[in-house]
């Protein structure tokens, strides 16, 4: 169990509004260089350095370097897990008046990635579709992929790496969890299998990521696929 100390250094750490800011910009998975991370923040790349320094000592963050550039990610699947959390505990606590939202906002309800996965109402209803058809069964907190679930994949062409050590059980990701959604308030598919199937969503070209934020927007063939495949309709 973590220690008072550290639970206090996390929460320090992700409250920064900066810090925060360049947190979230790092939600749909990608790894992002500190002067883009400073723009997202509106600080300059100077004191971004800093912050990033920060989240990095203190397990938030990953840094990886290509020639003369560092780039950061998250640093773990459970860090965007924590910050999705702290989205919809901030949405439930926020003052309850009347607000006016973008066409931002309606995109990222509707389809968003969260880290590797998909999220928002796609997210949800892809869930909700594969628990509805038997080919995954969910949990509070874990999930398996059914003998009809494992031939859907197959079908689909989702390769989903099981890989098995000496002992016949899987080594590394949960097979697949479920991922309370922030704006949906119930849960989204993570995981290895949430991972898997966002991956071949976008190769496919049944999603494609909207520029300057995590909203992807379903594709004309996505929308005959999602309905065919597994029974959802787009709007």
Not at 172 to 197: I, K, Y
């Amino acid at each position: 169990m973590a220690s008072n100390a550290a639970f206090a250094e996390v929460a320090n750490l992700a409250g920064d509004p900066a810090r925060a800011g360049m947190l979230h910009a790092l939600m749909d998975g990608r790894a992002l260089t500190a002067t883009e991370l400073a723009r997202v923040a509106g600080i300059t790349p100077q004191t971004a350095s800093g912050h990033l320094l920060q989240l990095t000592a203190g397990g938030l963050l990953s840094v990886e370097k290509q020639g003369r550039h560092r780039y950061h990610r998250l640093a773990s699947p459970a860090v965007a897990r924590m910050l999705e959390s702290i989205m919809q505990v901030a949405a439930d606590t926020a003052p309850r008046k009347k607000t006016f939202v973008g066409p931002r906002d309606v995109a990222l309800r509707a389809a968003r990635t969260c880290y590797d996965h998909l999220a928002g109402h796609l997210g949800v209803a892809l869930a909700d579709a594969l628990v509805k058809r038997g080919d995954i069964e969910l949990t509070a907190d874990a999930g398996i992929v059914t003998k009809s679930g494992a031939a859907l994949f197959d079908r689909l062409g989702i390769d989903l790496g099981i890989d098995l050590g000496a002992s016949g059980k899987r080594k590394g990701r949960m097979l697949c969890r479920p991922c309370l959604d922030w704006s949906e308030r119930r849960p989204h598919l993570a995981g290895h299998v949430g991972a898997a199937l966002c991956k071949h969503c976008l190769s496919e070209g049944w999603i494609k990521h909207i520029d300057g934020t995590r909203a992807v927007a379903v594709t004309v063939k996505g929308q005959r696929n999602f309905r065919d495949v597994f029974g959802i309709a787009m709007v």
